[in-house]
């Protein structure tokens, strides 16, 4: 719940912190990437989702979670009953971190440096929109809402207290599901991910 609702004041604040965050240099990422891929959705929403980093398409879209990984994202969101134009969106590191491999960028994993480089922006965005709940979707935005590592299998699916005062969920990241090698067991993972969106959304009633 908000101390004061969100209004004109709040957008006016995101929008300069978006401006401001476009121009990072906090940790080495930006030199690579395209730009910041910073977070996106209503100011007020009452549910944000924090993802691990851009991907290639993301990156040069300036847009969060528009690639397979994305779609996948907004597949399971759509099931899940919720609108994505009422949530917050974004990534606990906000530029691309890839291996060039001819042609084509390779995602590589944000480390704890640069995760922690990175929170500043996290926790700006979370001042201003302040959500009531929070899904982290995999490892690395878990890291980020809670400041250590967490076992997804071990924490997903439950309402947590976050260090900031805020209620946290933790979920897998849609691109799990992407990475599968055994294709039979996607439909039932997807349906997990899709009950504790479900789950996330509940909590907030
Ligand atoms: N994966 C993420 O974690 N975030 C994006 O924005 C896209 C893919």
Redesign the pocket.
Known sequence: AQATPAGSNSQAAWAALRDEAMHCTRCHLYQHATQT?FGEGPVDARLMFV?????DQ?DLAGK??V?P??QMFDRAVTQAGIDRRTVYVT?AVKHFKFEPRGKRRIHSKPDAGEISACRWWYEQERLIVRPEMTVA?GATAARQMLGKTVTISRERGRAIDLPDGGRGWITI?P?FLLRMPDKSRVEDEFAAFVEDLKGAAASLR
Do not use: D, I
């Not at 993802?51 to 991907?55: L, T």
């Open positions: 891929v993802g691990e980093q851009p991907g993301e969060p979670f690639g990984a994305g990534n979707l990241h691109s």
